[in-house]
């Protein structure tokens, strides 16, 4: 019986000390929006987590030199309440690109790769999806291209990988149509699987929840949507025919009554304090292109997806 109870018990012991590795936010000691800076608005964020801390990306639209322009950049926080500096700012100008947008981060075994798209259309340069590889979500080999076989010439932005099958799958937009494809391998071989049906489609996320793959989008209104892949993803088809759109309800606060939770992003913590958290973009002032200078992260939570509740922010709504 002995071989059998300390290895138990050693099982429970390591998970408890993986647990408690991560850190527990202080939720009621936080404040809506979790995270702005002067000068930039902040849009398409995506996080991870690593070693107590949070690892935050996201675009910083601003003016610099005189011109609008948008940058990946990335920070980190262990609270939600004291950010570092930003660790690196990717403009896109060593290939000559006038900036880089739309990060998004997927986990595969030990390895963090963040995808994204040059920015800027330029009808003789259209934009391009490209992506960057780390181990440790500080350093990194970036603005390698991704899926050029079936990108190269056409509008390609808003992408997100995933793993499954032995695969790797690919969703993005080309133009304003959402595509999937699909590779054996990351830097080639990639073929396309079609289009995605729906009508509005941005900024996509592949989480895997409790065995099932599901896409996060931005669907009509900004709203973020999720999207359960058919049959758990076991034919390359059942990708690109995703099914019905679920909503996730976000509450509307003083920083975002314009547009309530635009480019979002989940990260399951459920092992760690029994909660999914959904960071995302809102504003309260500005209209079209040129108000995006007004977006600020916000986050909140949710235990069953159904239900969400955001830190406090501020007085009003």
Not at 79 to 99: A, H, V, Y
Not at 262 to 267: D, I, K, Q, T, V
Not at 276 to 296: A, C, T
Request: glycine share 8%; net charge neutral.
């Amino acid at each position: 019986m002995n071989r059998l109870k300390y290895p138990a018990a050693l099982a429970i012991f390591m998970v408890w000390v993986c647990a408690s590795a991560q850190p527990s936010l202080d939720w009621n000691s936080l404040k809506n929006p979790v995270y702005s800076r002067q000068g930039w608005s902040i849009k398409d964020s995506c996080m991870a987590e690593k070693d107590g801390e949070f690892f935050l990306f996201f675009s910083a639209f601003n003016f610099d030199r005189g011109q609008y322009r948008c940058y990946v950049s990335g920070v980190k926080t262990q609270d939600f309440k004291t950010f570092s500096e930003p660790f690196f700012i990717w403009t896109g100008e060593e290939g000559g690109w006038k900036g880089m947008c739309s990060p998004n981060i997927s986990q595969i075994s030990d390895t963090w790769y963040l995808t994204y798209n040059s920015w800027g259309d330029d009808k003789s340069k259209p934009n391009q999806l490209f992506y960057a590889a780390s181990k440790d979500l500080e350093h990194w080999k970036k603005d390698q291209p991704l899926a050029a076989e079936v990108t190269a010439g056409k509008r390609s932005i808003d992408a997100a990988i995933a793993f499954a099958n032995n695969r790797y799958y690919l969703v993005y937009k080309e133009y304003q149509t959402p595509r999937m494809a699909v590779s054996k391998a990351l830097e080639h071989g990639w073929k396309n699987l079609g289009t995605v049906p729906g009508a509005w489609f941005e900024n996509a996320e592949f989480i895997n929840i409790d065995g099932h793959w599901q896409m996060l989008i931005t669907d009509r209104g900004h709203l973020p949507c999720l999207r359960k892949i058919r049959n758990d993803g076991a034919k390359d088809e059942d990708w690109s025919n995703p099914g019905e759109f679920v909503r996730l309800e976000i509450p509307l606060q003083k920083f975002n009554t314009v547009e309530r939770a635009n480019c979002a992003f989940l990260l399951d913590r459920r092992s760690v304090d029994g909660f999914f958290y959904l960071l995302y973009s809102g504003r309260n002032q500005g209209l079209g292109h040129e108000g995006d200078k007004y977006f600020k992260l916000g986050m909140a939570r949710s235990s069953d997806l159904k239900t969400w509740l955001a830190p406090f922010s501020g007085s009003g709504l």
